[in-house]
Each structure stands twice: as structure tokens, then as C-alpha cells.
């Protein structure tokens, strides 16, 4: 059987765990080669370790994309060793995520979530442009129901913000791209297991931890929070030519909650 994404090229941000290896991961058994960016070198490695049992070319790059001049560095590192190469998908994985009580949000903190959630997917998608396959490209933004639903003691002015802000980038960068044979689309998960909510939820007080547990019952019709294997084949439909008539669309894997 012919692999889906035999021959291709992707780019996962925030790479090294959670929803970005397993994105990366089922992009190898499908076929393609990886370029893994995250910020810990160490996770990186033992990342390009599980990728690579699954057939891939791996390459990592230990990069903070908050800041403008790591992304330009990283760019120019992509150029020349890629140069007879095209990336033919760039997946904008890497967030940050802080509920603070709108009275309570700080400068750094405000600016820390812009910075890392909106201004990296938004600048490392231009800075890539020229490397990029035209026509074929696929950009996936990886968004969060925060965009669209709020909880009770989430506090999430800023995450939200971020999210909502990321939903109207993708279809504004889908329109404008859609004339160069690239196309952009977000997943917008529900609540999935990764490390990052595991530590998000362990700064909570305990109480409250207690209340989003017997809150997912309620919360969810499937019964249950996301794995990160969920998005696996949405992920390699909207990276492979399957999906090459769509694009501008934000969609939900989340186990039904925002029907509720």
C-alpha cells in the first residue's frame, strides 16, 4: 500500500511531546521526513529517537520560536541544509498556555502567550514561504477550544485571545495563500492529556484540580479528555493531497464538547 506521505517533507513545532511527537510520528509511518523544533534539546533527542523506530529521516533544531531572532536563525539553518528540498508541511504545534484572573495577568505574561501562541506561527509561516512547495504546501495551526468556549474557574482572557486570534489568522493566510497552492487549516482540539496540561493543572489549587476532574463527565459526551493519538488522521488528511481542496477551515476534535 502506498504510504500517504511518501516523500514529504514536515516541520512539527513543539515537536519533542505531546500532540506534536504524535503528530510527527504518524507522519514517519506515513512516509514522510521530519524536522523537529522544540525548545529542550534533551526531549528533542530522545523524541528523534521514537520517530526515527518509525521509519523517518529526522532532523531537530533546539529553538525558543517566542523570540523573533530565534525564528530567523532557525529559517537560515532550514535554507541551507534543505536547500535542494522543499518542506511541503509546516505544522505550528508549539504553545503556551497560563490562567491567570483577568485582574491578575501581567505585561510578561500577556506578552509571553502573544508571542509564542500568535506572532511565531504567524512569522515562521512568512519566513518559510520561499522554502516551501509551491503548489502542495499544507500549514496547520494547532488552535484549542479556548477560542470559542469558556469554562468556569478557567480563568482565560489571554489563552483565549491568542486561540480566537490564531482561528482568524489561519482563514485570513488561507486566503491569501490559496492563489500560491498553499493551503492553511487549524485543529482546534478539546482537553488532551499531554505533559503541558498535566503541569497546568498541577499549579492549580488542589480543590480546584478536584473540580475540572469530575467536571469532564458533564463536560464531555464521549466520557472521557483526548489522547494524542485523536488527531493523528485528521493531521495526515489535511498534510497529505487528500486534502487539497480544503483549506480556511478550523476543525474540532473534541469529543463533543463544544456541543454542549
Known amino acids: 500500500m502506498t504510504k500517504?506521505?511518501?516523500?514529504k517533507l514536515a516541520v512539527i513545532t513543539g515537536g519533542s511531546e505531546g500532540l506534536g511527537l504524535a503528530i510527527a510520528k504518524a507522519y514517519a509511518s506515513e512516509g514522510a521526513d521530519i524536522?523537529?523544533?522544540?525548545?529542550?534539546?534533551?526531549?528533542l533527542g530522545l523524541a528523534a529517537t521514537q520517530v526515527r523506530e518509525c521509519g523517518a529521516e529526522v532532523q531537530t533544531y533546539a529553538s525558543d520560536l517566542s523570540d523573533g531572532k530565534n525564528r530567523e536563525e532557525l529559517v537560515d539553518t532550514l535554507a541551507i541544509i534543505n536547500r535542494n528540498r522543499k518542506i511541503d508541511v509546516l505544522v505550528n504545534n508549539a504553545g503556551t498556555s497560563v490562567f491567570t484572573p483577568l485582574g491578575r495577568i501581567t505585561t510578561r505574561e500577556f506578552?509571553?502567550?502573544?508571542?509564542?501562541?500568535?506572532?511565531?506561527?504567524?512569522?515562521?509561516?512568512?519566513?518559510?514561504l520561499p522554502l516551501m512547495r509551491k503548489p502542495g504546501a499544507s500549514v496547520i495551526n494547532m488552535s484549542s477550544y479556548f477560542a470559542d468556549k469558556l469554562l468556569w474557574n478557567r480563568p482565560s482572557s489571554v489563552y483565549s485571545l491568542t486561540k480566537g486570534a490564531l482561528n482568524s489568522l489561519t482563514k485570513a493566510m488561507a486566503f491569501e495563500l490559496a492563489p500560491e497552492g498553499i493551503r492553511v487549516n487549524a485543529i482546534s482540539p478539546g482537553t488532551v492529556d499531554?505533559?503541558?496540561?498535566?503541569?497546568?493543572?498541577?499549579?492549580?489549587p488542589t480543590e480546584q484540580q478536584?473540580?475540572?476532574a469530575e467536571s469532564i463527565s458533564s463536560l464531555y459526551p464521549s466520557g472521557r479528555i483526548g489522547?494524542?493519538?485523536d488527531f493523528n488522521g485528521l493531521a495526515v488528511y489535511l498534510a497529505s493531497d487528500d486534502s487539497a481542496w480544503t483549506t480556511g477551515a478550523i476543525l474540532k476534535v473534541d469529543g463533543g464538547l463544544s456541543l454542549s
Open 4 to 7: 500517504r506521505l511518501a516523500g
Open 35 to 43: 524536522i523537529l523544533v522544540a525548545r529542550d534539546q534533551a526531549k
Open 111 to 128: 506578552e509571553g502567550q502573544v508571542n509564542l501562541n500568535v506572532a511565531a506561527p504567524l512569522f515562521l509561516t512568512q519566513s518559510l
Open 194 to 204: 499531554t505533559a503541558l496540561r498535566r503541569n497546568t493543572i498541577s499549579r492549580l
Open 210 to 212: 478536584a473540580e475540572i
Open 227 to 229: 489522547r494524542t493519538d
